[in-house]
Every structure is written in structure tokens, then in C-alpha cells.
């Protein structure tokens, strides 16, 4: 027998794992033999067969010959897509509101309240709705486009903007895209003992030129019959989705941006007043880089919550992976099983890198206690 | 002599017994076998899945009691094989879930404007018994838009529900005439119409009976207009788990006893008068006074007379649901073999 209690504990959990193995074993195989019996087969064959349907917003290129496969592709991105403008708008959004809640203005105080308030109490799929309709009803139909300045249009239909058509298949907005991306990496580099900091800057300015050197033709959009032709729509359905989700969830981060500053030692805030500190730099300064150790965790927990929210665009015709792939593709190919499992799997892969990130951040911002 | 006798009679009842157990054997093979039919017998109740809600074929009253074409088709189903219209417990099912309800065993049958396919038939592994409605892909614009044929909705937007094989016709249509038709798709009709409403889109699309159905629900139906063509078949009818085949048999000839009723003349108005008077074999024998055909379909005998008596031939469901003085679709298609339509039954012998 195993006598020490360290050990015993050991054996304990495998045999807890191998009876967990066994039950998944079991579940899956009946799962099989179900299908058996129905004369359906178990396979992810399909995702190589053509799909034969249209996706109404697609940010790389589609057409109805494409298999499946890519229709996962472009519907994953599409839920990627809302999902990173939710978390960028409901981040900054909510950091606003958190603060103005603390504000000494008492109207600003009590507005920032009544905005939590009535948003966090009333459900999200009721929300993103009335952003769609409201969104909806104030804009015109496409002969009674408001005109903006620099080619754009917009309308019920949604915005339009210029295309910008790049030569060389590309290659100068990759180079572009790398150029920004390195920008802030360049920041940090250091040559022997001299920051590279500022020049740093240089680099987007080279993306702007290599941008402009790139592009071979602008089109713009244009009314032709009755419909806007040529440039690039973005929907009304990625608006109101993009509302409801970072509205919701700035109500929440509000909150969590209020307890986190306000459980930042009241010290701190008056060790920075006395220094003569002004209001805006001992917020920015001195409480906020305290606060963000004690939002950081629970900021995790909202973005998650966004994340796998982004699937009510369904309700809203927003053709994101849960409307695309659970629901036509689930239909046409007919394998409900199948579909099933991979939106699971896509959102679970999603949310566990972001969840890694955010731990990442978490440690590198934490306190490092001795 | 007398043993001669006997010998003849041994013979006699020997040849007895043989046709005894000869005929037993008979009557063994024409005993149906059906667990669906034996599950709804002993439940006292059929369990029928239709349409959440769209009119024509199935929508709750202000009452809050089912009505519909397909609701019809519920009842009659009841009616024959638990004598009571009123047995039927009804479960809304959304295009998405409707077949795993179906192949799951929640209900016994799937009566839910759906059209009938390849894939559902063999991948699916379901059963698909009669179409109760035929009718092809529609669609339905702003009049503003002065379009009168679908060729010409290039470039337009229309509504479609996800879910269906709608955007499959749009897709293969557009390729075929070499246009493109930008779609919208919603998840529920609510929202799709009040999309179309507020000018998100030109038009909708659906069903033929569908749209006729949505039309009326618009704010304005005369700024709607319905365009001729019908894009694809969509031949709508019911389903059953295949493994059953009496049950899908059953469900057949519930259909074919509605038909049979319109080609007799029998309604649920005069069915009692025909059935004291009628001398016309053919009568006679759908309504159970001649013949055994209910046995041979596991139900009682007089299974038509208690269809027709409690819900009426499928003339009358069609009148009450789609005609002039419900969604006023022309009967088309679904009009009966002898006038020119696709409703034919097959005889009763």
C-alpha cells in the first residue's frame, strides 16, 4: 500500500484522471455508435468541400467556390475583428467612466452612475438590437447618401470608403504593416547606452511613404442604380455589434476601474498631492499605474465575457463564426456534431491565448514581492 | 367403409389445419409492426414538431391554439390513429435544431415547412414521406424599386433566414445568370423584416408560401411586391426517422387520405351525410365501410372518415390558410393532379 499521504494523493488524482479519460471514452464512443445507427458518419472531410454561399462581409477575399474551410476562416476572422474594436472601445470607454464615477463634479459623477446603472441591468442581446435599429432608422436610403468630405458616403447600407488599391500584389502594405508593428520594439532598443526612443518614429513615417509609394489607384465609391458600387462598406450590422458589445462591457470595466482606484492607499494620492502635483498627473502618473495591478485579472475576465458575447451578432446579421459556421454551414453540410465541436474549440483556443496574454501582462505589471 | 371415412376425414382436417395455420401466418404478416406508432398508442398522444411560427403553416391563434397547414397535418394524424384531433402535444422547432429534435426521438414526426432533399434523405438519415406543399424560392421587393423580374436585382440586398437552403438558390442563381445578389442573414424573421422595413435591404426572400406570409406582416404590404419567378423547387413535407418504415408509411397515407377526400368530394361538412349514403365502392371503401385498409396501415379502420370529419380534405386546409381570405396565394402547384397541379394520390386498392 502507498502509506506516505504526499503519494497517496498522487495515485488519487490519476486514478481520478484515468476515470475522467474513461467517461470522455465512453461519451464519444457513444456518440459513434448513435450516429451509426442514424447512418451519419463522424468527419471532418466536409471542411474540403465547396460551399456554394455567400458571406456578406468578409475581410479576406471570398467567393462561392471556397470550402468551408475558409468559410470558417473568414468567420473567424469577422468575430476577431468585432471582437478586438470591442475590447480597444469598451477598454477606453470604461476607463472614462470609471474616472468620471470618482469625479468631485457631481453631475459628472451621477452621469457616469446612471450610464453603469442602466446598462449593466439590461440584457446584451436587447442592447445590441436597439443599436441595430437605432443605428438603422437614423441613417438615409442609399439615393439619399449624406455626402463626406474625401469620397465617403454613408447611409443605411452602411459607410463607405475609398479603396485603396496597392501595386506589386501587396508588398509595399506589408512592409507598411511590418514598419508599425516594429515601431514601438524599435522604441525599447538600445545601443550601448543610448535609447533609440524618438527616432523610433521614423519608422512610421517610412510606412506612410512606403504606403503612398505603393498605391496604384484609388477607388471611390460611387451611386450607381440603387446602390453605392466600388470602395469598401462597412456594415451597419459591425457598428451595431461593435456598440453593444464595448458599451455592455465598459459598464462592468467602469466599475472595475473605480474599486481598483479607489483601493489604491489613499497615501499615495496624497503623498503626490503634497509633492504639488496637479489633479490629472496624480491620477496618470502615481494612482493609475497602481490601479492597473488590481484591474488586470478581473479586465481578463470582461474581455473573455466580449469575446464570446461577439456570438449574439448573429441576432444582428453580422456574419461572425457562430451565424456562419453553426448555422449555415451546420445546415448545409449537415453535420451538427462536427460544427458544433470546432466553434467550441475555436472560442476555447481564442479565449485561452488571450487569457495568456493577459497573465503575461499580469506578471510583467504585478508587484514583485521578496 | 367407415375407415375409409375416417381416412378422408383425417385428410380433411389435416388440409383444414393447414390453411388454419396457413391463414394465421397471413394474418401474422399484415399485424404492423411500428415502435412509433406502439410509443404514440400507449402515450395516448402524438408529439409533433412545426414551425415556431409563421402563417399558413403553423402559428398560434390570439387563443393561443396551434392553426396551420401543418398543424392540420398534425391533427389528422392524431385523428387517425388516436380518434382525438386534439392529441397532439406541438413543439416549436427553429430551422437549426428541427432534424436533431426529429433524430433525437423527441418527437415522432417533423411537420415544419421543410423542404425535402438529397442530403436530408440519405446523410441525414431521415425519411421524408410526403410534400404537403409545393412551392419554390420567392422573392419579395420594394415596389419603389421598379424591379419586375428577379434577373434584375443586381447589386441588390435582400433578407435571407440563415439556416435554409435559401442561400444556396441565391448563390446558384446568381452564378447561373451571371449577377450578384448581396444577402443579409438573420437568425430570426423578426428581425429580418424589420431590417427590410428600415431599408437595410430591397427585399426578402423565402418560401413561396413564406413570403406571401411575411407580406402580409409588413407594415405597408402594398409597398411590397412579389415577383413572379420561383427560383428553385422547394418541395416542402414531412419527415420521420427512417428505421420505421410503417410509421413513414402511416404518414404517407395521412396525406394521401387528405388528398383522396378533395378528389371524392368529401368534406368535413358533408362527410356524414356520404358516409350514410354513399353506394360508390371507391367511398366506401376510403371511409371503412368496405375493405380493411386502416388494418393494413395499423390504425382503425375508419381512420379516413375521422381525418376528414375532424379536420377536412386538404382543399379546405389550403382555403382556410393561403386563400383569398388568408394570405391569397393562387393554389398553383398544389392544386389536385386533375387540374393541373401536383397533388396526386395514389389510389386506394
Known amino acids: ?370 | 367403409m367407415i375407415r375409409q371415412v375416417a381416412k378422408a376425414f383425417t385428410c380433411l382436417a389435416a388440409l383444414a389445419g393447414l390453411f388454419a395455420l396457413g391463414s394465421g401466418g397471413a394474418l401474422a404478416q399484415n399485424e404492423v409492426k411500428s415502435p412509433t406508432l406502439d410509443a404514440v398508442k400507449k402515450r395516448g398522444q402524438l408529439i409533433c414538431g412545426v414551425d415556431t411560427g409563421i402563417p399558413g403553416f403553423a402559428f398560434q391563434d390570439s387563443a393561443g391554439k396551434w392553426q396551420g397547414l401543418d398543424v392540420a397535418y398534425c391533427r389528422a394524424l392524431a385523428a387517425a390513429v388516436l380518434g382525438d384531433p386534439e392529441k397532439v402535444k406541438y413543439v416549436g422547432t427553429t430551422s437549426k435544431v428541427r432534424f436533431s429534435v426529429l433524430q433525437s426521438g423527441e418527437i415522432d414526426v417533423l411537420i415544419r415547412d421543410s423542404t425535402h432533399t438529397l442530403t436530408r434523405n440519405t446523410e441525414l438519415g431521415l425519411a421524408e414521406p410526403a410534400v404537403n406543399f409545393f412551392t419554390g424560392e420567392s422573392f419579395m421587393v420594394r415596389k419603389a424599386l421598379n424591379v419586375a423580374h428577379v434577373k434584375e436585382l443586381n447589386g441588390a440586398t435582400i433578407c435571407v433566414l440563415t439556416g435554409t437552403t435559401l442561400e444556396l438558390n441565391i448563390a446558384d442563381f446568381g452564378r447561373a445568370n451571371n449577377i450578384k445578389i448581396n444577402t443579409l442573414l438573420f437568425e430570426k424573421p423578426e428581425e429580418a423584416f424589420a431590417a427590410a422595413e428600415a431599408g437595410r435591404c430591397d427585399g426578402y426572400t423565402d418560401d413561396g408560401g413564406s413570403v406571401a406570409a411575411s407580406r402580409s406582416a409588413m407594415k405597408n404590404p402594398a409597398d411590397w411586391v412579389i415577383l413572379p419567378e420561383l427560383i428553385s423547387r422547394e418541395f416542402l413535407g414531412s419527415y420521420t426517422r427512417q428505421g420505421d418504415e410503417r410509421w413513414s408509411i402511416l404518414v404517407k397515407w395521412v396525406h394521401y387520405a387528405m388528398l383522396e377526400g378533395e378528389v371524392l368530394g368529401i368534406t368535413k361538412a358533408n362527410v356524414d351525410q356520404i358516409k350514410g349514403e354513399t353506394k360508390d365502392p371507391e367511398t366506401r371503401g376510403f371511409l371503412g365501410l368496405e375493405g380493411n385498409f386502416g388494418k393494413f396501415l395499423g390504425v382503425d379502420n375508419d381512420w379516413c372518415y375521422k381525418i376528414i370529419k375532424s379536420v377536412g380534405n386538404y382543399g379546405e386546409n389550403y382555403e382556410m390558410y393561403f386563400g383569398p381570405n388568408a394570405l391569397a396565394l393562387p393554389r398553383g402547384w398544389n392544386e389536385l393532379y386533375t387540374k393541373g397541379g401536383l397533388q396526386a394520390p395514389l389510389p386506394w386498392r
Open chain 1, 1 to 370: 500500500m502507498v502509506r506516505r499521504p504526499s503519494r497517496r494523493a498522487y495515485v488519487g488524482q490519476w486514478i481520478f484522471l484515468l476515470a475522467v479519460i474513461a467517461g470522455a471514452g465512453l461519451l464519444l464512443r457513444m456518440l459513434a455508435e448513435n450516429l451509426a445507427l442514424r447512418n451519419m458518419h463522424f468527419g471532418f472531410g466536409f471542411l474540403a468541400s465547396p460551399a456554394h454561399f455567400d458571406i456578406p462581409f468578409h475581410l479576406i477575399s471570398w467567393s462561392i467556390f471556397d470550402n468551408y474551410g475558409r468559410a470558417l476562416l473568414v468567420s473567424l476572422l469577422n468575430t476577431l475583428l468585432v471582437s478586438a474594436m470591442g475590447i480597444v472601445a469598451a477598454t477606453l470607454l470604461g476607463l472614462t467612466v470609471g474616472i468620471m464615477r470618482l469625479s468631485v463634479n457631481w453631475l459628472i459623477r451621477n452621469l457616469a452612475l446612471v450610464f453603469i446603472e442602466s446598462v449593466r441591468n439590461t440584457p446584451q442581446l436587447v442592447q445590441i438590437i436597439f443599436w441595430y435599429f437605432a443605428v438603422l432608422q437614423a441613417l438615409p436610403p442609399p439615393r439619399g447618401s449624406i455626402v463626406i468630405p474625401g469620397g465617403l458616403f454613408l447611409n443605411v447600407r452602411g459607410l463607405y470608403v475609398p479603396d485603396v488599391i496597392m501595386s506589386e500584389g501587396g508588398l509595399f502594405a506589408w512592409l507598411a504593416a511590418i514598419a508599425l508593428v516594429a515601431t514601438p520594439f524599435a522604441w525599447r532598443l538600445k545601443f550601448g547606452a543610448k535609447r533609440v526612443g524618438p527616432w523610433a518614429l521614423l519608422l512610421p513615417i517610412c510606412a506612410a511613404g512606403l504606403l503612398a509609394a505603393g498605391t496604384e489607384r484609388i477607388e471611390f465609391p460611387k451611386l450607381t442604380g440603387f446602390n453605392i458600387t466600388g470602395g469598401t462598406q462597412v456594415p451597419p450590422e459591425l457598428v451595431a455589434l461593435w456598440a453593444g458589445l464595448s458599451i455592455y462591457s465598459s459598464a462592468f470595466i467602469a466599475e472595475i476601474v473605480r474599486s481598483a482606484i479607489e483601493a489604491v492607499p489613499k497615501g499615495q494620492h496624497e503623498a503626490a498631492q503634497s509633492m504639488g502635483l496637479r489633479r490629472a498627473p496624480v491620477l496618470f502618473l502615481i494612482v493609475l499605474p497602481q490601479a492597473i495591478r488590481i484591474m488586470v485579472p478581473q479586465l481578463t475576465s470582461q474581455y473573455l465575457n466580449l469575446i464570446k458575447s461577439s456570438t449574439l451578432g448573429a441576432a444582428v446579421a453580422y456574419p461572425e463564426i457562430f451565424q456562419i459556421f453553426a448555422g449555415t454551414v451546420m445546415n448545409q453540410a449537415n453535420k451538427e456534431v462536427e460544427t458544433i465541436i470546432i466553434v467550441m474549440a475555436v472560442f476555447l483556443a481564442i479565449n485561452l491565448l488571450a487569457s495568456a496574454f493577459m497573465n503575461w501582462y499580469n506578471e510583467r505589471v504585478a508587484l514583485v514581492e521578496r
